[in-house]
């Protein structure tokens, strides 16, 4: 057995292939959408929690009735048990 014959097969001038080979331009993509992803996320999240914490209570201390959409029917069953 030769130095370069591991399984038993010749595999001198054997050509390999590299189209499976992740290189930095993949890896910096998917890093950039990624970061594209939580650039829109993020503020969405921020939006609703000021919708809800700001907007909600003083909708209800002026006397008017706010349901959130998901939310409100489920907490309404839980208050009229």
């Known amino acids: 057995m030769s130095n370069g014959d591991v399984s038993g097969a010749n595999l001198t001038g054997a050509n390999v292939s590299r189209a499976n080979v992740s290189g930095l331009a993949d890896s910096a993509a998917d890093d950039l959408s990624n970061i594209l992803y939580y650039i829109t996320i993020i503020p969405a999240i921020v939006f609703l ?19 959130l959409p998901i939310v409100g029917g489920l907490a309404e069953k839980q208050a009229n048990r």
């Not at 929690?49 to 349901?67: M, Q």
């Open 49 to 67: 929690i000021f919708v809800v914490l700001v907007i909600v209570p003083i909708t209800t201390f002026s006397g008017k009735l706010f349901r």
